[in-house]
């Protein structure tokens, strides 16, 4: 697999869009477990928006997903590989919702629409 775009051991943040508007937002923040084509297994945490609490909450399970890289409803965005996937949470701060896991990495949603 000397031509695959994510390596075993990367980490990335993936976006579901929405294709309605009552369908429920997800995110999801894994560890490349491995690649196959435009397929990508992943382990690490589902977040899901709470409705009552407008906030997006962890899953606290890890789970393994699998994710394909050409599907247009993916956003995926690679993070740095200091960052500690167990540490990462959502907040807002200055109208901006932010990814970040406390110890100086953040990731701007707010850039991908007010409905992420």
Known sequence: ?????????????????????EDVRRHFVGAVQACSGDAVKLEGYAFVL??????YER?????????????????????PESVHLDGLKYEFSSGRLLMTDGAGYELELTEFGADV
């Open 59 to 79: 899953r606290p399970e890890k789970r393994v997903r699998v994710v394909s890289l050409s599907d247009a409803g993916n956003i995926i965005n690679v993070l």
């Open 1 to 21: 697999m000397g031509d695959a775009v994510l390596g075993v051991g990367e980490k990335v943040h993936v976006v579901t869009r929405r294709a309605f508007p």
């Open 50 to 55: 709470r409705g009552s609490t407008n906030e």
